[in-house]
């Protein structure tokens, strides 16, 4: 039978030798008074990452299963614009009362 294996690629192969010994070196780095302070604090991290990775997709779903806004047919509305720009064309051509035409 075989037996799974822990392959992180920038660490590679590690088992429970390796991870005392990692827990080894902390110890002495930080101190015997140290460490669970240094372990609540991450675990208060990590809490906090999951919190908000959890409020993020949270948010994601919400605003997937919401309606559609309806589709807008953007061929349209180009064409009312470009009829709206012509009737404004047309309004400024023509003099408005009150107005003097200046020969060119």
């Given at each position: 039978m075989?037996?799974?294996?822990?392959?992180l690629?920038?660490?590679?192969?590690?088992?429970g030798?390796?991870?005392i010994?990692?827990?080894?070196?902390?110890?002495l780095?930080?101190?015997?008074?140290?460490?669970?302070e240094?372990?609540?604090?991450?675990?208060?991290?990590?809490?906090?990452?999951?919190?908000a990775?959890?409020?993020w997709?949270q948010?994601?779903n919400?605003?997937?299963?919401?309606?559609p806004?309806?589709d807008?047919?953007?061929?349209?509305s180009?064409?009312?614009?470009?009829?709206?720009?012509k009737?404004e064309?047309?309004?400024?051509?023509?003099?408005?009362?009150?107005?003097?035409q200046?020969?060119?």
């Amino acid at each position: 039978m075989i037996t799974p294996t822990h392959n992180l690629a920038f660490i590679g192969n590690f088992g429970g030798g390796e991870i005392i010994l990692i827990f080894l070196i902390v110890l002495l780095l930080f101190g015997a008074k140290k460490v669970p302070e240094l372990f609540r604090s991450l675990g208060k991290g990590v809490n906090e990452f999951r919190k908000a990775k959890n409020e993020w997709e949270q948010d994601i779903n919400e605003v997937m299963s919401q309606e559609p806004i309806e589709d807008h047919d953007f061929s349209e509305s180009e064409k009312q614009k470009k009829e709206e720009e012509k009737e404004e064309e047309t309004e400024d051509s023509v003099p408005q009362e009150g107005e003097k035409q200046t020969a060119n």
